[in-house]
């Protein structure tokens, strides 16, 4: 995950993993897809995988 988290600007510790997001927002899967879609969470895409920022809410 650091590896390319380091193309990005923002600091690597910013950014969250699917899981970590999931267990630190105690939400499932679709939950996290759905939330996504309507633009609550930033978030990009590196491969196949999802990267999140934590809400300020949750910081």
Do not use: C
């Not at 910013?14 to 759905?34: A, D, F, P, Q, Y």
């Amino acid at each position: 995950m650091t590896r390319y988290m380091k193309l990005d600007k923002q600091e690597p510790s910013n950014w969250l993993s699917s899981t970590e997001i999931k267990k630190i927002l105690r939400i499932t899967g679709g939950e996290l897809m759905h939330r996504r879609v309507k633009g609550e969470l930033k978030f990009k895409k590196v491969g196949n995988a999802y990267f999140y920022l934590l809400p300020k809410s949750h910081a």
